[in-house]
């Protein structure tokens, strides 16, 4: 087991091009990078606002102990901290608007269109860590832009599932999940692997036209022989699931926080 922080990778990747980099350096969040709200279309922006704070150069997302669900209608009593790098929903009560989780969503605000990194085709990658809390699931995830219903797959180069977590041999989820896009199969994949997520380690996604590799800490562990054909938003998020859900009575830790050193995305030359 890795007993210790993986290192941060150059910002120069031979073969590639820095087109995005948030290395959180300000204690400001950079609202020309990222959108701090988790899908507001389904709720409110009031209700699905992020709580994170800037610090040491670290984005921290946190849940608070004073967190309402984000989107009790729809998703019961599940609280989320997120920023994504876009945004787009229908009209008030339609059904039309990203990452439609569930069929009985309706859109109960209308949003703003927000469209500020939404690449195709790259490798991105985060160096993030998250601690050990049965109550929470981390992630970072790109879903498509979803103008049209079908451009709505998802590649997901790091999730993980507090209950399913320890210090020493994490299960961590990576891959592809087609939602509406009916070009793309399931390919979505839970693994353990010898590290602790409670130090810094990089996790990554090579988007290429004809494949998606994945990557923990610069090692292959993954390649999917499929790619979505569509621009795609960054989504980084930490939700706090209900012990009805996941069946852990454990109390939740508050705050829970989600730690992120840095964010980029790379075309290749």
Known sequence: MRSCDFPRNPEEKEGYRLIFQDDFDSHILDRGKWFPYYLPQ??????????????????????????????????GDIKVSSLQTGGFSGPLNS???????????I?????????????????VEIRAKAPVNPNNVYGFWMIGYEDLPERSAEICPFELKGWQASSEEPTIGFGIHPFDDPSIEDDFHERSFNINPENFHIYAANWAPDKVEFYIDNCLVHTSNQSPQYPMQFMLNIYEIPSSVTGVQTAPLYPSEFMIDYVRFYQSL
């Open 42 to 75: 389904w709720s409110s922006k009031l209700n699905s606002k992020a709580n994170y704070i800037i610090r040491d150069s670290l984005l921290i997302l946190q849940i608070k102990e004073d967190q309402l669900p984000w989107c009790p209608e729809f998703d």
């Open 95 to 105: 059904g039309i608007g990203q990452h439609r989780f569930s069929k009985k969503c």
């Open 107 to 123: 859109v109960r605000e209308e949003q703003v269109t927000e469209r500020l990194f939404t690449p195709q085709f790259g490798y």
